[in-house]
């Protein structure tokens, strides 16, 4: 259950990471504009990176320790920004959507490791 938990998150954040970096004008129609393209595409960079280390160790059966420490601190992290800067109003209320899905994640790596 790991494997498949590293794999969907993994992918998640594959797709949400090369996003901005494949088409920011389309990234922006939904999350709206962004003042620092080059700071989104090096999170995006940053977030893809994440998201092949958990694919590859899904997908060859390695989920370790660190595996997990990744999956769920990169998804508190997100999640905590998402929910701060929303309540702020400096991002459009669509990233409370990331945050819904990161505790998901965050659930599910607690209920597999249990």
């Not at 494949?22 to 962004?34: A, R, Y």
């Not at 940053?46 to 999956?71: E, K, Y």
């Not at 800067?85 to 400096?90: A, E, P």
Request: charged share 10%.
């Amino acid at each position: 259950m790991k494997e498949l938990a590293a794999l969907v998150q993994g992918i998640y954040f594959l797709v949400t990471g090369l996003w901005p970096l494949l088409d920011i004008d389309s990234f922006q129609k939904v999350t709206g504009p962004k003042h620092d393209i080059w700071l989104v595409k090096t999170v995006g960079v940053v977030i893809a990176a994440i998201g092949a280390s958990l694919t590859v160790a899904g997908w060859q059966a390695q989920v370790t320790t660190a595996t997990v420490v990744l999956a769920v601190g990169s998804a508190a992290g997100l999640t905590a920004i998402d929910l701060y800067y929303v309540r702020l109003g400096v991002i459009g209320p669509v990233y409370l959507g990331d945050a819904l899905l990161e505790v998901g994640l965050i659930a599910w790596w607690v209920v597999t490791m249990l």
